[in-house]
């Protein structure tokens, strides 16, 4: 068994605990924390196949960017044990039978896949200028496209976040007793 | 491919446009202009002229029913714009903005209609969801708008992740993105695993039925302009990209699935219907007569023949602007009620009488648009070999026509006050063109299929 | 001559022929960790002492003076200090939490130092990404921080986080961005061919403006990152007694403050490497002889020498500006630097394409 191989085995089975403790932990905080472990281990793989940018690319988006801002109003809500609602007994338990029956089914479907279809190392398709090459050739359509997408978010960013000009007394008033009704109903 | 780049260059130039223009009214102009530009160039390339050469690789191809159903979306929008765009301009502060997102959406549905990569499919499908999150909650003060956005995103989210699941296997199990698979004798698992992701994930956004549960919630919640644009316009983007997914990548493989959409289809109508009769407000009322419909347009999955294309584009353009109409006259009304509607047609005979033809046609009677299409989805079904099924979704059309006939009875038999406000002539004509318009396609229903032909 | 290549490259050719290929990576490995280990205790105990010396210079007084010759063991007393006293852990602690955030800040700090080439021919991981790396994992020590104000269970401590937190993640960007100008100039996003395209010239030197611009933006945003004064909201002593390490004593509170000079370190490295050549000679045209001299000092003190100006730079910055509200701060990044920065990228790819720069 070769030092490639330990590596492996030691990054699948940490993703997986991690994967589970981020389910499995009361605390929210915690399940973030697994979270960005998780990430790493995935980052971890990427570079046992060779592709140190799609690694990099995790680590600065997932857990750089996307798990600090999680953390961060994980925190500043301050999610306690106690605020966690109380599920039934039986909802746990069809979620957990559904779960289960994914799990089969995708145990089955893995199965009978060919072996060997990952290249350990050798693969180049990760380094970033083949990576860049096939972006910008095989599917640049998809990614201007995809330019689309990240501009309506940023709209809509803006037009969620952006804070409104006062509007007169009377139209709140009247607005926080609609809102009193709707949620009387 | 103009349609496209029309709208996605629309989007953009509205976005500058509150900053540049201080006016409310050149804002509205300038959007209806742009709409009218990208219908114009989408007829264009419909007839062969396409202004841009762009090799897409193959990941988009804009055959004729693709562009068809872009010029469906894109009138019907063309609609709403004409009838609701003081009412979307009203929800808040950022009107530009609004029109800006409604165009991104209409790209996204150029994207998701005309597809030929599991890549594309979903980011065709996330650019129509992402506009559609924030314009839900694009009432900000109202608690119901913020809490319907915040449901909306976190299931639809969690649908995509799904879909993200499925195209990853069933790239795994082909390994290529691009739709159109072989298949030995043996379907493999992996494949199957993913389709019935795609389907579930489908289902969800197209609101069919065990995955609708969000659909009243926040058709209920969402600003009432809102409401109108993404229950009719998305919603039949939806079904086009899910047939088109359904014919083209798992077209193959049919025996797997057909029975599972049937099923889906069967129970989308009975509950669609079913919980529809219950409903004390007209717009909640719409909201499942949106799943019912759903369910009609889920047979044209079912069969998958030409007559199921012809009459998915005749049912998404008759429910389209069927329900648009309905909405346009809702948003104005005082009460969402159905009492709210007693005594309608004293006051505003006119009104009343177009609101008759929508909600006639949206029950599927003789003569509409809404009939016709009804007509082609059970043709279809028959041909596709399944009687039981077509006779079931007539029966659910017959319980349909209980609700839609509540409203007409509390507009004309019932006594009232019903109270509307701001009805302009020019709102009133439109109207009438769209009803003229249901009951032109009720009858010379070439008039919109021969476009795939010619 | 005497070169750091050739004594790293001898022990490897020795360990390979001795030992079999796992055992010398693991052998290798430890030599590394040793190393690292040994670099950080030199670097706490020395920058300790001269941001006490800049600081004292700067404000005309001696500073630090009784222990040892001129005062140079007084960090080593301060870190004996530290190791004696009680590692405290409040009540209300989230024990486990709050002993982990020192330890994850100082190891975000010691991965950074992977693709840093301290001479030539001296780096531990020639990644072939390596300065996107470093960014990516810079980014990491905000999570140590939100850990240990979160878990601290104190006001102080939890606001002082979130504005690191905030704080970090805003300036990251053009940080990110004014890195990108010398990645599109030099092609390549490889420490090693980074320093090889300064061959004739410094970035900073061959008078690009747009280089000059970056410079100073990545600068303040590296001041930003990592919680320097006039940015050091994080621990406002003034408004929130120490900010996210009110709590810590002891060890634990040695460590975040051995990480935040450790990341000074890093930082300014990375300043160098990028904009001032690495550990590339200052070589001036074609003045042969000149450059000749040049090439006879050793290139790790070229790399170091240029890294501890950059680091006086930033303790300068400490004595000079008052330290900004948090709403100035972030005001500065988003409605100023960033768009100086996103436009100053798009000058330069414009130079690079048309092939202007040299």
């Known amino acids: 068994m070769g030092i490639t191989q330990i590596l492996f085995w030691i990054l699948a089975i940490t993703a997986i605990f991690s994967a589970l403790m981020v389910v499995i932990s009361k605390n929210p905080v915690y399940s973030v924390l697994w979270l960005i472990v998780t990430f790493f281990t995935i980052s971890g793989h990427y570079i046992l196949l060779n592709a140190q940018f799609l690694a990099v690319v995790n680590i600065i988006v997932y857990a750089g960017a996307i798990m600090v801002l999680f953390l961060f109003v994980i925190m500043l809500m301050n999610l306690n044990k106690e605020t966690e609602p109380q599920k039934s007994k039986w909802l746990k338990l069809a979620g957990a039978v559904a779960g289960g029956c994914l799990l089969l089914v995708l145990v089955a479907g893995l199965r009978h896949t060919e072996k060997q279809m990952t290249e350990m190392v050798t693969g180049d398709i990760g380094l970033i200028q083949n990576l860049g090459k096939v972006l910008f050739k095989d599917y640049v359509v998809p990614f201007e496209i995809s330019s689309i997408l990240f501009l309506s978010a940023m709209v809509g960013a803006v037009v969620l976040g952006k804070k409104e000009p006062r509007i007169p007394v009377e139209t709140e008033m009247r607005k926080v007793e609609e809102t009193q009704q709707a949620i009387n109903i | ?454 | 001559m005497f070169s750091l290549e050739g004594i790293t490259k001898s022990l490897q050719d020795w360990l390979y022929l001795n030992f079999n290929p796992t055992w010398a990576l693991v052998i290798e490995c430890l030599i590394v960790i040793v190393l690292a280990i040994a670099l950080f205790a030199f670097l706490g105990l020395v920058l300790v002492l001269m941001e006490r010396k800049v600081a004292a210079h700067m404000q005309i007084r001696l500073g630090p003076n009784r222990v040892g010759p001129k005062g140079m063991f007084q960090t080593a007393a301060d870190t004996l200090k530290l190791i004696m006293k009680e590692g405290l852990t409040p009540d209300g602690a989230d024990k486990f939490l709050f002993n982990l955030a020192p330890f994850v800040v100082m190891i975000v700090a010691m991965l950074i130092l992977a693709p840093i080439a301290f001479a030539k021919g001296f780096q531990i991981w020639d990644i072939n990404i390596g300065v996107l790396y470093v960014s990516a994992i810079s980014s990491l020590s905000v999570i140590g921080i939100l850990m240990a104000g979160w878990a601290s269970n104190n006001k102080y401590s939890l606001l002082g986080a979130m504005r690191s937190g905030a704080q970090i993640v805003s300036y990251e960007l053009s940080a990110g961005i004014s890195i990108l100008c010398i990645v599109v100039l030099s092609g390549s996003l490889s420490i090693n061919e980074i320093i090889a395209s300064q061959q004739n010239g410094w970035w900073l030197f061959k008078g690009h403006i747009p280089v000059i611009i970056a410079f100073v933006i990545f600068m303040i945003a590296v001041t930003a990152e990592t919680n320097r004064a006039p940015f050091d909201l994080a621990e406002a002593e003034s408004e929130l007694t120490a900010g996210f390490h009110t709590e810590y004593s002891g060890m634990k509170f040695a460590l975040f403050f051995l990480a935040e000079y450790i990341n000074i370190f890093i930082v300014c490295a990375i300043g160098a490497t990028l904009f001032l050549g690495g550990w590339m000679p200052f070589h001036i045209g074609n003045w042969q002889d000149f450059n000749h001299i040049m090439d006879y000092i050793p290139s790790s003190i070229w790399f170091f020498g240029k890294t501890f100006f950059l680091i006086f730079l930033i303790m300068w910055f400490r004595w000079t500006f008052p330290r900004l509200r948090v709403d100035q701060l972030l005001n500065l990044e988003w409605k100023y630097l960033l768009p100086i920065s996103l436009f100053n990228l798009l000058l330069v790819t414009v130079i690079a394409i048309f092939g202007w720069h040299f």
């Open chain 2, 1 to 454: 491919m103009n349609a496209l780049i029309f709208s996605a260059v629309s989007g953009v130039i509205m976005m500058f446009s509150s900053f540049l223009l201080n006016n409310k009214n050149s804002v509205r102009v300038l959007a209806h202009v742009l709409l009218l530009a990208t219908i114009i160039a989408n007829i264009f390339e419909l007839r062969g002229i396409s202004f841009f050469h762009i090799d897409t690789r193959g990941m988009l191809e804009f055959d004729r029913f693709a562009l068809l159903f872009t010029l469906v979306a894109n009138v019907c929008t063309f609609a709403f714009f004409l009838l609701s765009s003081r009412d979307l301009e009203k929800i808040g502060n950022h009107y530009s903005d609004y029109f800006s997102l409604l165009f991104f959406i209409l790209a996204g549905i150029v994207v998701s209609s005309s597809f030929k990569s599991l890549l594309m499919l979903f980011l065709g499908i996330e650019i129509l969801s992402i506009p559609l999150y924030i314009l839900t909650g694009s009432d900000k003060r109202n608690l119901k708008s913020n809490e319907a956005s915040l449901k909306y995103f976190l299931m639809g989210s969690f649908s995509t992740g799904l879909m993200l699941m499925g195209i990853a296997l069933i790239y795994g199990a082909t390994g290529t993105f691009q739709t159109g698979i072989t298949v030995a004798e043996k379907v493999p698992v992996l494949l199957i695993t993913g389709m019935m992701l795609l389907l579930f994930s489908m289902s969800f956004k197209v609101s069919a039925a065990p995955f609708h549960f969000w659909t009243p919630d926040v058709y209920d919640g969402a600003p009432t302009v809102v409401t109108s644009f993404m229950a009719t316009v998305v919603k039949a983007a939806g079904f086009i990209a899910f047939m088109r997914l359904f014919a083209e990548e798992f077209g193959s493989i049919r025996p797997e699935w057909k029975l599972l959409v049937g099923i889906v289809a069967a129970v989308t109508l009975f509950i669609g219907n079913i919980t529809a009769v219950f409903q004390q407000s007209v717009k909640r009322m719409l909201a499942y007569s949106s799943i019912s419909q759903a369910g009609f347009m889920m047979l044209a999955i079912y069969s998958l023949s030409n007559d199921a294309k012809e009459g998915l584009i005749l049912y998404a353009a008759a429910y389209s602007l069927a329900t648009i109409g309905i909405f346009a006259v809702l948003v104005r009304m005082k009460d969402y009620t159905f009492e709210g509607f007693n005594g309608f047609a004293k006051q505003q005979p006119f009104l009343a009488g177009i609101l008759v033809v929508f909600l006639l046609s949206l029950a599927g009677i003789p003569l509409t648009a809404g009939f016709l299409s009804k007509f082609y989805m059970l043709k279809a079904t028959i041909d596709g070999g399944s009687l039981a099924l077509a006779i079931f979704a007539v029966l659910m059309a017959a319980v349909s026509v209980y609700y839609y006939f509540r409203l007409i009875q509390s507009m004309y038999f019932k006594t009232g006050n019903a109270t509307i406000s701001g009805t302009t002539t020019g709102f009133k004509y439109t109207l009438a063109a769209l009803a003229g318009i249901t009951i032109l396609l009720g009858i010379f229903p070439n008039l919109l299929t021969n476009w795939l032909y010619f």
